[in-house]
């Protein structure tokens, strides 16, 4: 299951976003027409049925207008919702509401939109043992939250950048030469005893090569369903304590094909590149 994550380390995410809206004046259409002490309740409610993740963000976006404000959760992240439940109520002065809304809802629903679609297809492969797992194909400036909606869907993550895991890609291997082994020579020569070491390959020659090597995963990218039934036998003959990835073009149609294969990760990019946002909205009860 997904794991909470502390305010500040997307604090400053959630104050630049605010900043987008109100630092050249402020929030006039508000600031005009709310005096300083309306009052107001809303409810944050989903339009759509989905997966829920990004409720603590979005209630910092207001507790940074006005501490004051009360945020009361009702549907946790990593739990679902349908269409019309209340995931929470707002009580407090009005004009901080109104103002923070919108950045609260972006997040809210771009997050729920990843954790939704990284839950139906966890759901699709959930007979056999693959694990889905995210990539670096994230909004700059926003993978931190964005991999942890993966996990608020039932998801796992890759590496969070490329200074917590040695991924041996093509071009990685072209540039020592074209030898996957002199890659993997210079790797174990720089890189710390704690550090997991993956190569990936899209042909079982290249397969064979790496499984030679000192690693710890094979990123299996963009092979066909025999070819890649093929590769997890031989990556299980010639090593069981190898980890197995697929990629490359995974969707919710074949996903379940591919988990069916033996493979012990799937990673999908479209987890976060394209994932549609979850609708959510305020809907608001004045008290003035």
Known sequence: MHTSLHTM????IVRRALLEDVSRGGDLTT??????????????????????????????????LDPEVKFEILRADGFNAEAGDQLAVINGLTRPILTGERTALNFLGRLSG?????????????PHHARVVCTRKTTPGLRLLEKYAVRAGGGSNHRFGLDDAVLIKDNHIVAAGGNISEAVRRVR???GHMVKVEVEVDTLEQLESALKENIDAVLLDNMDIPTLREAVKTAGAANNKILTEASGGITPETAEAIASTGIDLMSIGWLTHSAPALDVSLDFSFRI
């Open 189 to 191: 020569r720089h890189v």
């Open 31 to 64: 600031n005009a027409i709310v005096s300083d002490n309306d009052t107001a309740s809303a409810s944050i409610v989903a339009r759509n049925a989905g997966r829920i993740a990004g409720l603590e963000v979005a209630r910092l976006a207001f507790h940074i």
């Open 9 to 12: 380390i997307y604090e400053d």
């Open 114 to 126: 990843i954790a939704t679609v990284t839950r139906d297809v966890v759901s699709r492969v959930a």
